[in-house]
């Protein structure tokens, strides 16, 4: 316990004030930029709205606007319009069950204005004139005055997070991230927004307001998807087909035939096509929604891709799948944001997907398109078309069977020992090879039960209890005697397989015998000695024991066990020999101290060799991983300026030490990993100009990353020419392509940097056939294996290293560098 006063006992539990849980409770519901404007924008929608417009000044970092032609506030609900909980939505807690509006909570406008300066500019369909309200960071309303508007409402947000410090620093550091995430989520409700015109524009400085995204209020899913994705992703979607799951499907989700709701859920919308080339590269344009409401439900998204990647497993589809469910059936109210949602029954919408996919891509798989080039077998002349071997996938779907245990003699125990012993050690087909021909271990086992037979006779409970009683009147409970036939029944569970199946049809018998020390310390009881000496408890003869007494003259004729053989069911009386134990207390504490000892210097040696050890990855190319994950750990730049040429090994090799660690250095990849970063880095892509300029038709979110990432396209050797006054989709026209020897490159390459610079705005990079080319280059520009290289070359190539960025691997894969060895650890060994 702490001696300082304080003025409050320490813990002491009291209410949190009204204003820091209205900011506590905001900064939950509202998280990002997609957020804030995903609420407004379901306002709109929820209040009828059939022209929404979003705003944008600096991508959202100083002010947001949304503005819509809904039914507008009554003036009867200005005061309660910011409100934490104040809603229009729902009742009480069973209205929630039928909800089937956006909102339902109250929580959007009153988490923006603890965030943000919100102001308000409304019409009611009933009023002649508009009102601007102003709300404090309560929610509370502060100002109102007459506005001219139209009908419908207005919402502005200035300086979102600013009541967040660090919040606010970090959303302003990455507004280009979160302006793209906005948009990704604003796509989804202009996809399922029928009849909506949804717009979004920002404004950079002072510069004119360009266009973002837009649909034209078009009733149907597929128009809007064409709006903000252009014409040539349509060409490339199916129409979403739904058909009954099939019976191995239905099986597989443990479903049963007769249980199965009927119109459950109907699903429309569109997929890519299975064709090779007209997917995606990532995921980034997949939309799910239940009940026209956007959210990630993360099961159906991977059922989706996965099915898809059965027919074309490197690239990803488009998505547009709106999934209608009864509302009873359905739970929205899971997380703030409603993106997660609990659905009943739905192994049986997993089904009914993977059958309705699988159907799909199915009636496509053996139409030959005129695109495809079928190949040709040069010695049988044959076509090959993707068709796949369903027999193959009928046999292994079989259900196994266990053939019969067969009769095993001693050769073919053998056979088993032996196939088992190769199953462990060996490799995948060998283990498969010894499954198929050797018999289980169920086998084995049935063979001990059956053919192998205990060796002793049982001992009846009397007997036993009778010995145990006899202990116990002479001081010996559980000691001396019963301490042995602990013993014995350890010894008999390790040699007989019988010991360890209870249900074996021969039992298990004790063996008793007589320690030394307890037989010295025994009184002159002749009944005891008698007992002891029992033919019954004597039964038991160990092979071991049979020698030791065969050559011991204390035994005579009788006892020896060639004649306890004859007779296999005869007991055998033997006389014990009594042989006294010497024991010395100091001498069992020497040793102890002595082992003590040799302990704790193992310890500290396996400390020593611990604080060496930094390496402990071994060069095999399971563990290349993390041997790269230690070397980036472990090695910074500078040290490989330090490291000490040993020399060259096998003329291949560069073999060098850093204190007490030695490394071994490729020096091909070495060099050819400097080289391709160079290449990287300085190389700046020679154009060649079109005879007539092409259309790009790339969305409205493409065009902006475009034209603020200029400068990296034509260092890739793309050149265009820029429209600002054209429409959306057409401003940008491509006019000169990067030409490299054989190398060619195209508009896919553009859309492949467009995606990367989205995720990594103003960071230099190339597109995948470009890095292919400049890997080809650095490698056949690069010192070969075989080459032999003085100590100044092999210094240059290993100070290289410590100015790329990444010196671990070189861009096939293969790595640069390992650690072979540290000295203080072969010293100490």
Partial sequence: MSDVCTSEPAGAIRAIDKHSVHRICSGQVVLSLATAVKELVENSIDAGATNVEVKLKECGAEQIEVSDNGRGVEEANFEGLALKHHTSKLRDFSDLIHVETFGFRGEALSSLCALSDLSVITCHESSQVGTKLVFDHKGHLVQQSPWPRQQGTTVTMQQLFYTLPVRYKEFQRNIKKEFSKMIHVLQAYCIVSTGVRITCSNQTGQGKRSAVLGTGGSQSMRDNIGAIFGPKQLQSLLPFRQVSPSENIVEEYGLKDGDLPKQLFTISGFVSTGDHGVGRSASDRQFFFINSRPCDPVKVSKLVNEVYHMYNRHQYPFVALNIAVASDCVDVNVTPDKRQIFLQEEKLLLAILKSSLINMYEAGVNKLSLNYTPTVSSATKEVHLPVEDKSEHAENNQPGTLSPTPTMNLAALKAAFSNQNSALSGSKSSTEKASKSGPSQKTLQCFFKGSVKSPVRPRTEANKGSLGARAELHGFRNEGVSVREKDSE????????????????????????????????????????????????????????????????????????????????????????????????????????????????????????????????????????????????????????????????????????????IFMIDQHATDEKYNFEMLQQHTVLQGQRLIVPQKLHLTAVSENVLLENVEIFQKNGFEFLIDEDAQVMERVKLVSLPTSRNWTFGPADIEELIFMLSDSPGVMCRPSRVRQMFASRACRKSVMIGTALSVCEMKKLVIHMGEIEHPWNCPHGRPTMRHLANLEIISQD
């Fill in 490 to 661: 350890r010894f008999l569970a390790a040699e007989s397989p019988d010991s360890q199946h209870p249900d074996s049809s021969e039992p298990v018998v004790d063996n008793v015998t007589h320690d030394s020390s307890v037989s010295q310390n025994l009184p002159e009881d002749p009944e005891f000695q008698t007992e002891a000496r029992s033919p019954v408890e004597d039964s038991v003869i160990i092979p071991e024991a049979k020698r030791a007494r065969r050559d011991d003259p204390g035994f005579t004729a009788e006892q020896t066990p060639d004649t306890a053989s004859s007779t296999a069911d005869v007991p055998v009386c033997l006389r014990r020999k009594t042989v006294p134990l010497h024991f010395c207390l100091q001498a069992l504490a020497a040793g102890i101290k002595k082992l003590q000892q040799q302990q704790q210097q193992q310890r500290r040696q396996a400390a020593d060799r611990q604080r060496c050890r930094r390496f402990r990855a071994n060069i095999n190319p399971g563990e290349n991983q993390r041997a790269e994950d230690e070397l980036r750990r472990e090695i910074s730049k500078d040290m490989f300026k330090e490291m000490e040429i040993i020399g060259q090994f096998n003329l291949g090799f560069i073999i060098t030490k850093l204190n007490s660690d």
